[in-house]
């Protein structure tokens, strides 16, 4: 038993952690490309919504039906989805918006206007970065719990599945590390809070072994992936979509949307 723990503790790193690959990929670019940019939102943003529709909340509502039975199961499901959402949206409300035109351009009159405008726009980008990014944190935190116990099991249930989460991850670092860049110039910082949201996926592993082993079952699992859904999917129409219109062209947003999802399903059917 003791190296199934250090196994699925090593198999659930790998996967968390390869948001570092995405971000590196991403961090190619030229910091100036905003169609880029604007793809890569776009692309973020499908990554998200379907792994979240067609995926984490089908697995939600498996687990839950087990548990509660059909009817009962299917509601809980999507209590926790649009709960996610509502939860995902008062931190919204909450967080300050530094962001403010107003605010900013008054406070220094030497400002021209167009940096003015830019200025708001870095702001604007980091934000949708550090969102994206916390989205990543508390979707993988669950998928780490997941990953750990089925890893439990033994490597030929894992594998498949490590690998299957580390594709989804790796355009999740994509997705925090390209507004960072561009809203901070630094590779540093958008290689350090891309990887940094991979990180809750081992601590993730961490919790399921020193706390909730006991506890775990197809109700708390069903609720918490729920929820997870529907705070991806907040995200993706709330910050991603509308940066991805903004900082580039129309088109282009869209056709990163759809081939974020198309690489999703792909990912997903390879490994069912």
């Not at 548990?67 to 499901?77: D, E, K, L, P």
């Amino acid at each position: 038993m003791t190296g199934n723990v250090w196994l699925a503790f090593g198999l659930t790193a790998i996967a968390g952690l390869s948001t570092g690959i995405g971000s590196a990929i991403a961090l190619f670019a030229k910091k100036t490309n905003t169609n880029f940019l604007s793809l890569s939102l776009g692309f973020s943003a499908g990554v998200m919504i379907y792994v979240s529709m067609i995926e984490i909340f089908q697995e939600a509502q498996n687990a839950l039906k087990l548990a509660m039975g059909n009817r009962y199961g299917a509601i809980v499901t999507v209590a926790a989805f649009f709960g996610g959402m509502l939860i995902i949206g008062i931190i919204d409300k909450l967080i300050p918006k530094k962001n403010n035109p107003h605010e900013f351009c008054s406070s220094s009159g030497i400002l021209e206007e167009n940096e003015c405008t830019k200025k708001k726009s870095d702001k604007k980008l980091m934000r949708t970065g550090l969102f994206t990014a916390l989205a990543i944190a508390i979707h993988n935190f669950p998928e780490g719990i997941a990953t750990f116990v089925t890893a439990l099991q033994g490597p030929t249930l894992a594998i498949p599945i490590v690998i299957a989460i580390a594709l989804h991850n790796i355009p999740e670092g994509v997705a925090v590390a390209m507004p960072i860049y561009h809203a901070t110039g630094s590779k540093k910082k958008a290689f350090f809070y891309s990887f940094a949201s991979g990180l809750s996926e081992p601590l993730g592993a961490l919790v399921a072994y020193l706390i909730l082993m006991p506890f775990l079952n197809d109700i708390l699992f069903g609720v918490i992936f729920a929820a997870v859904a529907g705070i991806m999917v907040f995200i993706s129409f709330d910050e991603l979509l509308p940066a991805a219109r903004e900082y580039g062209k129309h088109h282009l947003s869209i056709l990163g949307l759809i081939s974020g999802m198309a690489i999703m399903a792909v990912s997903l059917l390879l490994f069912m």
